[in-house]
């Protein structure tokens, strides 16, 4: 647990790659692999399932520190983080020495081993540890207690320094950490483990991702050396289809089998292959993303819903077929075999994304002008001579999506943040005019430099109306315009309407609030591009 | 009902009685100053009052004012009051402002206070009374200052530890960067490089006859002089400036009681964070409030309200918040 929470102090502390790398390479070198595979769970962002909620951790941390709930929650607020928080009212004067005992124990056994205690028994477990552990593995304690942990470290470095550890590719590093497994010091081993071993067959590929195309597209050169498609907007998916079963994986590696029945009845009379796509809404032609959201929000699928809403998988790639990988051969040999293997399935659920051809750049141009007809985000540009890489990187895949809708709305609520943006207000309750009222439109947490966060929190402060918690009203003056990819009605809003994505395009200072957007004119734009 | 003896005006805090302000913050007649920081020391007073060993600070910082330097203790009227001036530990010369009036009554005003251990000034003075007006910038029970010897041995293991890179560690220029330096004389007798806008102050403490590690001034040295090793101590403001650029790969760390908190560390981006504070912290503030006595509380500075609060809802005390223009977020 030590080295653990030393590791962490010492990821903690540097902006650096380079030095994260070496630390991360170090202690998976050193730790005991047991130790090491919860290391390489916690940090490539696995959560474990909570087991105490932030509720009653809060409810237990003002009993022992002999404070108020409200000056624990404004402290909370102030923090910006509930590990944080307690860590810090927890600290006594009293000296407290290094951790005993390995991290897996830890996990293992003094947070997993709380599920077997009732919850008098959870609080005096957890209490002693809160005045016992010195301030960072108290801090660490908290986070394992709450299910997460942020360091700075992404999945793609851990894989790195996995790789670079066992000498390896970093792609077969990456493919044995997707999906689901179980942090043992057996998988932790056999993630060295030269040999290519299919064991984990219903296991997911890592995905490629596509980077946003900021220059124009004939930087891009000759459009017949590219595969242009739609870029649609479902759930990108992959699906797996061998003899003994199939798998549906989300991006995220959830798994998301029984959820979408039709593709996996469709997939039975696939040959062995895997499939990269998308699951969309669709009857005739695509559904609006609405409707998707009401296949993903229920947990049991009752068959009025699955006749009102079908969903097809439409494929963009193969990654695999007759357990060959097809990841290193050229994307035009990719896409002729899913042509040939798709072909002749017609409407089935399981079919191919249409190429979308233009002769020259201009004339694609024009055609991605049609996107928001045809409910799609923009075009994917693919390099026809490229492999299927993992994760994002940059040059053989772009999206080059459309332009967001804008309004510009006025802030009337803000929040503060969590993380490094704790105790500046940068949650903000945008709102348009309705008359002489304002109607709020959107929550945007994200858009703005450090400068104008700054700028506006200093402003925040002085122009606050009223309080409510932690919540702040202010003075209607402030204009912010905000960007987002899709309209909806929504009977849930009060304003009627529900924005996709919005975030924060620019801080209008030079607009007053009487040029702000009204709701009459949000409607506009719904019923011009809402489904 | 008597008449408040202390009240916020327009200006600042007046006593009518003696008439006379606390750290205005307009131009007025008669100004007692607490210490030389920006927010409680400006220009354009006509008499300034201060602890004999603020006003070399206040003259380097304002120019020249007609100041009248005073002991800690020694007794001045004004009008129907008597004043005077109490150690608050702060930074070198800050005060408290103990008023008695002729009728008994005795109020205290803070000004910015700590109790930590500091060897580059006088310790805080428990000044008894009646009405206590105090700073509240770390009001948050969040806020307890780990001890000053542990922060001092953090400095000196990230400053010798980094043997190849410049060390900058961003301070105040007033108060805070003579206290780092007067920490780290316990661990080494190296020369610490100051940036421009340190170099007069620190001369000041050093004629004061505060013991701290040598200084010299970065534009003494040749600009090809890459300064692997060694430590530089600069104001926040020159983060990110110009001026940082001949300290190539340097490590930086900032020394401030915010650092205390994660989320402000990894914002500015700093690597190292030290909890360094001039400020009271919130066990402080507490033992502070329960050893003047006082039956009436008045607060100023950042957490106000939360203060206030505690102390009327959890220790029954009269408190309530007064409007400030004290900037006091720094530290």
Known sequence: MQAFADLYAELDATTRTQVKLDALIAYFRDAPPADAAWAVYILAGRRMKRLIGPLKLREWLAEATALPDWLVEETYQHVGDLAETISLLM??????????????????????????????EQKAHVLAHWRRLPRPACFLYNKLLTGSLRVGVSRGLVERALASLGDLPRALIARRLIGEFEPTAAFFTALFDPEQREEREGQPYPFFLASPLEGEPDTLGDLREWLAEWK????????IARPNGTWLWSRGEEPMNGRFPEVEAAAADLPEVVLDGEILAWDTQVLPFSQMQRRIQRKTLGEKLLREVPVIFLAYDVLEYQQADWRER?????????????????DNAIRISPAVNAADWPLLAELREESRERMVEGLMLKRLDSPYRSGRVRGDWWKWKIEPLTIDAVLLYAQPGHGRRANLYT???????????????????????????????HWIRRNTVEKFGPVRSLKPEQVLEIAFEGIQPSPRHKSGIALRFPRIARWRQDKPVAEADTLEQVKELLNLYGG | MQDPLIIPTDEGLYCPAGDFHIDPWRPVHTAVITHAHADHARSGHLHYYAQHQSVPILRHRLGDHPFTGLAYGEQIRFGRTTLSLHSAGHVLGSA????????????????????????????????????LITEATFALPCYRWPPVQQVGQQMWDWWSGNPDRPCVLFTYAFGKAQRVLAALAEHTDRTVYLHGAMVALTELYRDAGIAMLPTQPVSELPRTEGMRGQLILAPPSA???????????????????WMRIRGNRRRRGYD???????????PALLATIRDCGASTVLTTHGRSDDLVRYLRESLGVDARALTTLYGGEDD
């Not at chain 1, 949650?427 to 506006?456: C, F, H």
């Not at chain 2, 940082?244 to 900032?254: L, V």
């Open chain 2, 96 to 131: 408290q402002v103990r008023v008695a009036h002729d009728d008994g009554r005795v109020w205290v005003v803070s000004g910015d206070y700590k109790r930590d251990a500091d060897p580059t000034c006088e310790p805080f003075e428990v000044v008894p009374c009646d009405t």
């Open chain 1, 330 to 346: 050229p994307l035009h040999e990719r896409r002729a075999l899913l042509e040939k293997l798709l072909a002749k399935r017609g």
């Open chain 1, 91 to 120: 600290e006594g004067d009293d000296q407290r020495h290094a951790v005993d005992g390995d991290l897996a124990e830890w996990i293992e056994q003094a947070i997993l081993g709380l599920r077997k205690l009732d919850e008098a």
């Open chain 2, 272 to 282: 190292q964070g030290f909890e360094l504070s001039d400020h009271a912290d919130w």
């Open chain 2, 239 to 257: 983060a990110g400036s110009p001026w940082m650029r001949r300290f190539k790969n340097a490590s930086t760390g900032f020394a401030s009681g």
């Open chain 1, 232 to 239: 649609w907007d479902g759930i990108r998916a992959q699906l």
């Open chain 1, 427 to 457: 949650d903000y309750t945008l709102a348009v005019r309705d008359g002489e009222a304002y109607v709020p439109i959107a929550k945007a947490y994200s858009g703005l430099t450090d400068q104008e966060i700054q700028k506006l929190d």
